[in-house]
């Protein structure tokens, strides 16, 4: 192997795992199925391994990542690599270290799963490694040794990627049967010694370097948390048979975390320098830089899927020169985040499509950028010439610049996100129209996406079903949900959504502005794809998108149907969004779009109207700091897509996937007349936060975990909702499932469905 040179090189964290038609998909669920042996998947995985370290090397990645790989999640990786087995899943790893691997993922029928939770503010999932006083690790190098001589064998000069120690630690909970204050982060003495081992394992191997991913850095941490930083950085420095170690940091700025990197004895530091990670540079300036270290400035975004601007990353890049000994390219976190090739958008209009980059154009755009950093601006005079082009086309497009959408954006004003009424006023003008007993019932809005369902969505896609005959199935079932739900008593009615192919998708497929891709897929968790949609343009709703699935319910029945919407927030959320110009801008425009669709609703008789928003929470930024601009932005937006309502139009709102104590004050800032939230694993636990925060409108905590199929008896839904009527009182209290049921089985439904009216008919005879 020859010695690199030493100025500015390309190089890149992580690459897509899942292969151009989503082949690593295909091989693990045919594993799981018994149509592919274990033999056949590792060959699958090492020649998508080895494809993706020929691209990367073809394009100019002089140092190709390894062990960034991964048949399910790098996180669970870790978890193997460093011996933390959880005892339950043991005797499986042992017996057959492959199909124990895909247990610890996805449980067993006797063994339960290892949890699964978002990868920070990405919509990533990872396994959480679970942790205790008893935690024995031992090194398991094989993987990232394996795929470092996998990728030497091939001619690569290679970098292995290891999940830092101390990221390791803060992701992880305790054990099952552990104390629940129990604090994995002071197992890092245990731990240091095996990451010493790998390291030393992988330098024997031929490792010149090793990427240790640290993203936790970028969170608020507590001075011990950055002491624990130090010692890392310290004992692993001090080791003298290890590779060179580079710490990547990604997701955000380091803040005081970027004095530990400074000073720690490890020869290069990764940084992010995209969206609020841009003040990573200043602050870098203040701390005096990484004098004698390799830096490696993570100037495209590896989140997003938009062209970078190259003459602003130059200049980003020119002034890193001065602030560390070699400054190397990158994005800012692993590409693992976007597509895999924007090339094969061939039904996007070729303008738009030159606006796009994912992790192959990333790639490109990185390493333009090392040339022009080495060799001078002048050799990459055409990239610029292009890349300016592109930008401009994409500034000066009517789809990015909507005039009509801009000027109703600008006339906006508070008022227009305020209801007319103050609550109390609002509360007596719909008691007054819907007429409702105290405990309403009713559901979130889906009922299940049976078979036949997805059958007839499919058939409409291959042309085997015309729209007339797709629209006639979705009809029959609303009927059916409909009468359903009279006979069974529930109070306010949905109609099921079977006409929504994804809460997110359906409605971005009708909103002007949005834009759908056909291999757009990143990985949601394990074998789990999305192809998330894309806010490319000014957002507007040129026809209503579901006021007549909304009318042929309303009219099957006396009782009143919910109006059904996702959020502005969630809209944004689970999309890619816009880089040029701010969220909250995005935001406010499809909050417009989607006010209009409320009105709709509300003239077409709809007189309560639930908008959607689970996704609140997650999109939380990671930095407190961040935060405040944040809630402010996004709670207004839901403000203005409801606020356009009569006084006795009731909104509803609903949230899931708990842990809304961040967002208490937030959640009071909807002003929406009906929360639902998911409960039922917290016995109501959101109703008590929220009673105590003095939440003064009505709440619907979930009395059904519908995350399983187990159906709740009268008696324990009975039970949750004196637990909620301890914090809410019954005027105020709703009776709900947690969350929709698309997910669920119709004999669970309707057992289920059943056990709740009947605990809503007990509880009332009490008060
Ligand atoms: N209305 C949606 C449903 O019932 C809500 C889904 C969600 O919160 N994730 O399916
Ligand atoms: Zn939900």
């Known amino acids: ?144 040794v394996g795929e470092l001589r996998e990728a030497r064998a091939l001619g690569h000069r290679a970098r292995p990627v290891l999940l830092g120690p101390l990221t390791y630690l803060l992701l992880a909970k305790p054990a099952p049967g552990v104390a629940a204050d129990f604090q994995p982060i002071t197992l890092l003495d245990r731990l240091l010694p095996v990451y010493a081992q790998l390291l030393a394992e992988l330098k024997a191997a031929g490792a010149e370097w090793v990427q ?30 290890r590779p060179s170690i580079l710490v990547a940091t990604y997701f955000d700025r380091a803040g005081e975390a970027l ?94 499509s030159r606006w796009l980059a994912f992790a192959r154009q990333k790639t490109e755009e990185i390493t333009v950028l090392a040339r022009g950093l080495r060799e001078g601006t002048d050799t990459i005079a055409a990239d610029l010439a292009a890349n300016r082009a592109d930008l401009a086309s994409r500034a000066g497009s009517a789809i990015t610049r909507d005039p009509a959408v801009r000027a109703r954006v600008t006339a906006t004003t508070a008022a227009d996100a305020r209801r007319d009424q103050a609550y109390p006023a609002r509360a007596a003008a719909q008691r007054a129209r819907l007429g409702l007993p105290l405990l309403p019932t009713t559901t979130i809005g889906s009922f299940p996406q049976t078979t036949e369902l997805r059958t007839a969505r499919a058939d409409l896609r291959a042309g085997r079903l015309d729209q007339a005959g797709y629209r006639e199935r979705m009809e029959t079932e609303v009927r059916e949900v409909i009468t359903y739900q009279e006979k069974a008593g529930l109070d306010v009615l949905v109609h099921g959504e079977p006409e929504r192919n994804d ?78 110009q701010p969220l909250g801008d995005t935001a406010r425009q499809v909050a417009l779009a989607l006010r209009d669709e409320v009105t709709d609703l509300e003239a077409a ?61 937030a959640i009071d800032e909807l002003d929406a007349d009906v929360i639902s939230l998911e409960a039922a694993r917290s016995h109501m636990e959101v109703a008590h936060e929220l009673a105590g925060a003095g939440y003064p409108r009505e709440v619907g905590p979930g009395v059904w975990d519908i995350h399983s ?8 839904a009975a039970a949750l909702l004196r637990a909620g009527l301890a914090a809410i009182p019954a005027e105020r209290l709703w009776v709900n499932p947690d969350c929709g049921l698309k997910t669920r089985g119709w004999p669970e439904t309707r057992a289920s469905i059943d056990s709740l009216v009947e605990a809503a008919k007990l509880v009332r005879a009490e008060l």
């Open 605 to 665: 008789g709809a007189a309560v109207i639930q908008v959607d928003e689970p996704a609140l929470r997650e999109t939380l930024p990671l930095r407190s700091a961040d935060r405040p601009a944040y809630l402010d932005w996004a709670t207004e937006a839901f403000r203005l897509s409801t606020s356009g309502v009569r006084a006795d139009t009731q909104i509803h709102t609903h949230m899931c996937y708990a842990e809304f104590g961040a967002i208490m004050t």
């Open 709 to 716: 199929p187990r159906v709740p008896s009268s008696t324990e």
């Open 503 to 580: 809460m997110v998708q359906y409605f971005a497929e009708q909103l002007t502005g949005y834009l759908a891709t056909q291999h757009g897929w990143v990985q949601s968790y394990g074998t789990r794809y999305v192809r998330p949609p894309v806010l490319a343009g000014d957002i507007s709703r040129p026809t209503p998108m579901t006021v007549d699935w909304f009318r042929y319910a309303q009219d099957l029945t006396d009782r009143p149907v919910k109006g059904l919407l996702t959020g502005p927030v969630t809209m944004l959320a689970w999309s890619f969004v816009r880089d040029d």
């Open 259 to 352: 004095k530990v990197l400074a000073k720690a004895p490890v020869e290069g530091v990764g940084l992010d320098f995209t969206g609020p990670a841009a003040a990573n540079l200043d602050d870098l300036a203040a701390v005096g830089g990484l004098p004698g270290k390799r830096l490696i400035a993570g100037v495209v975004d590896g989140r997003n899927i938009w062209i970078n601007n190259l003459e602003q990353s130059l200049g980003t890049l020119a002034t890193l020169l001065g602030l560390a000994e070699r400054v190397d390219v990158a994005a800012s976190c692993s590409l693992l985040h976007v597509p895999l090739d924007a090339d094969r958008e061939r039904d996007l209009d070729p303008q738009i």
């Open 212 to 241: 240790l991913d640290e993203p936790a850095l970028v969170q608020d941490r507590t001075p011990a948390e950055l002491n624990s930083a130090t010692r890392i950085f310290r004992e692993l420095g001090a080791l003298t048979d």
């Open 1 to 144: 192997m020859t010695t690199s040179s030493t100025t500015a090189q390309a190089t890149v964290y992580g690459y897509p795992r899942q292969g151009p038609n989503r082949e690593l998909k295909k091989a693990i669920e045919g594993y799981w199925k018994g149509t592919v042996s274990a033999a056949a998947l590792h060959a699958t995985a090492a020649e998508l391994r080895c494809t993706n370290w020929r691209r990367l090397a073809g394009a100019g990645i002089t140092e190709v990542p390894t062990g960034d790989f991964s048949f399910y999640d790098h996180v669970l990786d870790t978890t193997v690599a460093v011996g933390a087995i959880p005892p339950r899943h043991r005797a499986a790893v042992d017996a057959d270290p492959l199909a124990g691997y895909f247990a610890m993922a996805r449980g067993t029928q006797d063994v339960a799963p290892l949890e699964m939770t978002k990868w920070f503010d990405t919509n990533y999932h990872y396994l959480v490694p679970e942790l205790g006083p008893d935690t024995v690790f031992t090194a398991n190098p094989a993987k990232a």
